[in-house]
Nanobody, 128 residues
Framework: QVQVVESGGGSVPAGGSLTLSCVVSGDTDGRIWVGWFRQAPGKEREGVATFYTGDDIEHYGDSVKGRFTVSQDKAKNTVSLRMNSLKPEDTAMYTC?????????????????????WGQGTQVTVDS
């Protein structure tokens, strides 16, 4: 069993920054995909960023490239999402998810149903 807990959401003005954290615990071999997804009211869930902990591989959604950065702290079993230059359209519930069944060459990393374990989510609100 794997547990996923996010933290770090909040309200910021446009142009501001936030860092979200995802702590993963439980039965993993340390080589997992940790994805960040977001969903705003009335919109479909969107893959924001994902990180393969085995080889430090990163991928980003087009809407956040150049503004968001995902990284890990292995000692703390944490994958963080640093969000800079935030825009009102970044307002959403952000959720961390873990996929344990895929290796470094996985290509469908923004297909949400492929992730087995999900956190509860943390709200990010960007004020205009």
């Amino acid at each position: 069993q794997v547990q996923v807990v996010e933290s770090g959401g909040g309200s910021v003005p446009a142009g501001g920054s936030l860092t979200l954290s995802c702590v993963v615990s439980g039965d993993t071999d340390g080589r997992i995909w940790v994805g960040w997804f977001r969903q705003a009211p009335g919109k479909e869930r969107e893959g924001v960023a994902t990180f393969y902990t085995g080889d430090d591989i990163e991928h980003y959604g087009d809407s956040v490239k150049g503004r968001f950065t995902v990284s890990q702290d292995k000692a703390k079993n944490t994958v963080s999402l640093r969000m800079n230059s935030l825009k009102p359209e970044d307002t959403a519930m952000y959720t961390c998810a873990v996929a344990t069944q895929f290796g470094r060459y996985w290509s469908n990393f923004f297909v949400a149903r492929k992730y087995e374990y999900w956190g509860q989510g943390t709200q990010v609100t960007v004020d205009s």
